[in-house]
């Protein structure tokens, strides 16, 4: 069973930069592909970012790559997302996710209860 706190969402203006984190309860975090996912008002949860327990490669949707980081520190079981350049278009509420597999655009067995980040124009 793993826990999953998210923290960092607020209000930035759009081109500001956030860096949320998420905290995992555990002894396997290491072990875990973690993710970030968000939902915006009537839309539904779309794959933003993920980490595989490998670190070789990280994933990203087209509409956030080169602008978000994703990063994780396994010696304080916690995962990143840097979000640098953003836009309107990124007001959402932020999940973390984790999983005991390798896919890494779905399928996740736990989530955090999520953070609201908000960009205005």
């Known amino acids: 069973q793993v826990q999953l706190v998210e923290s960092g969402g607020g209000l930035v203006q759009a081109g500001g930069s956030l860096r949320l984190s998420c905290a995992a309860s555990?002894?396997?975090?290491?072990?875990?592909?973690m993710a970030w996912f968000r939902q915006a008002p009537g839309k539904e949860r779309e794959f933003v970012a993920a980490i595989p327990r490998s670190v070789v490669k990280t994933f990203y949707a087209d509409s956030v790559k080169g602008r978000f980081t994703i990063s994780r520190d396994n010696a304080k079981n916690t995962v990143y997302l840097q979000m640098n350049s953003l836009k309107p278009e990124d007001t959402a509420i932020y999940y973390c996710a984790a999983k005991d597999g390798a896919y890494v655009y779905s399928n996740y067995d736990y989530w955090g209860q999520g953070t609201q980040v908000t960009v205005s124009s």
């Open positions: 555990g002894r396997t975090f290491s072990s875990y592909t």
